[in-house]
Each structure stands twice: as structure tokens, then as C-alpha cells.
């Protein structure tokens, strides 16, 4: 099913968004891990198109 399939996906996504705001939290240097994060992880342009 793919809406189940975009679930999924969006579920994925927030967890990464919780693990880069716990690391910038956590380490001074916040913004090395923010980029780093964002450049490893782009976004899908399917997932935005409806």
C-alpha cells in the first residue's frame, strides 16, 4: 500500500529530526552535525508532490 508506504517514510523522517535536535542539544558544535544530518538525508521531492 503506498500511503502506508509515505507512513513509513514520515515516521523515519521525524525520528531523524528528534536524533539531529538531540545532537544539537548535546554537542556545542551543533551546527556541523545540523548540515551534516540535512546533506545525508534529502528530501524526496515525491513526498512533498500530493
Known amino acids: ?3 502506508s508506504v509515505e507512513v513509513a ?3 523515519v523522517t521525524l525520528q531523524e529530526k ?3 535536535i538531540t ?3 548535546e554537542q556545542p558544535k551543533g551546527k ?3 548540515s551534516k544530518a540535512v546533506s545525508l538525508n534529502p528530501i524526496d521531492p515525491a513526498l512533498i508532490q500530493e
Open 1 to 3: 500500500n503506498l500511503k
Open 9 to 11: 517514510d514520515l515516521n
Open 18 to 20: 528528534v536524533l539531529v
Open 23 to 25: 545532537a544539537l542539544k
Open 32 to 34: 556541523a552535525v545540523l
